[in-house]
Structures are given as structure tokens and as C-alpha cells.
């Protein structure tokens, strides 16, 4: 076990609709980084929040947003799903993101979204 | 155009056999370089490396990094039918970690 806790961790929907998914980072953690895996496909990262400020971010869709909130847990939103949306969606924390740190990252157990 | 790459894309070996998976680099402002395995959840945390040259062991894993040649390897010794999952590599800068595509090992008995 991580730490790291993700909710729900299965999720059905229609295309058209919104969902809302969410990590609690590790004890301590102030960074939450969000990814999206599809089938037999690698780790694409989606976003990165350090200490509820958006850091970075990656190949996150228009339809997609994410805040992470003062207790440091965060939601990554999908709206206009469609197909191509379903997924597993990792988030993962670690430490902080102040320059000079060597971040070793903790993944939770992921969200699997399938759009129907 | 910051990246990762990883070689080979699968492997197929034996119980008792060794292999050694390639990952190289090129990630601007570079911090440390992470191994992960992941089975059929999330990715688990193997090694982060941070120094040339020396070497991160535990048990029959041990890994690597060539700073110079922007790459690491992660070698396993003395496969096991456990060790089957996808291996991936991660570079770390600033705000990001940049992953490789991952490396799926089959260890047959």
C-alpha cells in the first residue's frame, strides 16, 4: 500500500457526461501528478499540483481539469466524455517540487473509467 | 522535445535466465531517474538514481546510470514467473516526470 488513495475506483458512464475523480495524496506529500494509461499504452502524463498551485502540464485534454484543494487532495474533472477517454487514471504524490529535490513518486491504485 | 525511450518493447525469457532492460534520456534540467514495476495495478516503486555510476541493488535487481551516456539499464538476475510485468523508467526535472513507453517481460517457467 502506498499511501496513496483514489476514489472510486471503478467507474461507467455514457459519452456526453462529467465525472469527477479524486486522489488523496500521502501523509506529508504536497505534490499530486495525474496520468492516464490506456490499454497497452505507457504512463501520459496529464498535470502536476504542488501545494494547491498548478505546476505543470502535459497532454491534458480542454475537457479535463484538476485543483487540488487546501487539505492537499485533489480532483481531476472530465467533461464531453467519449470513447477514447476510457482509461485507467493514476494520480501520484510525492514530497514537494522545490528545485533541488530528488522525488522519488508513489502511485495510488487508479481509477478505471470506462465510457459506454 | 523532452523524452524517454526504453529497449526492448517485450521480452520473452526463462526461469534462472538474466536480462538486462535499456532506458535512455533526454530530459532538460534532470534530476533523478526512477524504476517502476507494474503488474495489473499501479506502478510500484524499484529505484530512483540520481548519481553516476553507482549502482542500486535489491535482491536479484540492480540498476544503474550513465549520466554521461543519458541512459540506465536495470538488470535481474535469476529470473523468476514473479518478475512477468511491465517495467517502466521515468526521468525526473523540475515539475515533471517524463515515462517511457515500458518494457514488458514474460518469464516463463
Known amino acids: 500500500d502506498s499511501g496513496v488513495t483514489q476514489t472510486p475506483k471503478h467507474l461507467i458512464t455514457a459519452t456526453g457526461q462529467r465525472v469527477t475523480l479524486r486522489c488523496s495524496p500521502r501523509s506529508g506529500d504536497l505534490s499530486v501528478y495525474w496520468y492516464q494509461q490506456s490499454l497497452d499504452q505507457g504512463l501520459q502524463f496529464l498535470i502536476h499540483y504542488y501545494n494547491g498551485e498548478e505546476r505543470a502540464k502535459g497532454n491534458i485534454l480542454e475537457r479535463f481539469s484538476a485543483q487540488q484543494f487546501p487539505d492537499l487532495h485533489s480532483e481531476l474533472n472530465l467533461s464531453s466524455l467519449e470513447l477514447g477517454d476510457s482509461a485507467l487514471y493514476f494520480c501520484?504524490?510525492?514530497?514537494?517540487?522545490?528545485?533541488?529535490?530528488?522525488?522519488?513518486?508513489?502511485f495510488g491504485p487508479g481509477t478505471r473509467l470506462l465510457v459506454l | 522535445e523532452d523524452k524517454v525511450v526504453q529497449s526492448p518493447l517485450s521480452l520473452v525469457v526463462h526461469e534462472g535466465d538474466t536480462v538486462t532492460l535499456n532506458c535512455s534520456y533526454e530530459v532538460t534540467n534532470f534530476r533523478s531517474l526512477l524504476w517502476y514495476k507494474q503488474e495489473k495495478k499501479a506502478p510500484t516503486f524499484l529505484f530512483m538514481l540520481t548519481s553516476s555510476g553507482i549502482e542500486k541493488k535489491s535482491g536479484r535487481l540492480s540498476s544503474i546510470l550513465d549520466k554521461k551516456e543519458l541512459s540506465s539499464i536495470l538488470n535481474i538476475t535469476a529470473t523468476q514467473t514473479g518478475d512477468s510485468a511491465i517495467y517502466l523508467c521515468?526521468?525526473?526535472?523540475?515539475?515533471?516526470?517524463?515515462f517511457g513507453s515500458g518494457t514488458k517481460l514474460n518469464v516463463k517457467p
Open positions: 521515468a526521468a525526473h526535472n523540475f515539475n515533471k516526470f517524463y
Open positions: 501520484a504524490s510525492s514530497v514537494g517540487g522545490a528545485s533541488g529535490y530528488q522525488e522519488t513518486q508513489y
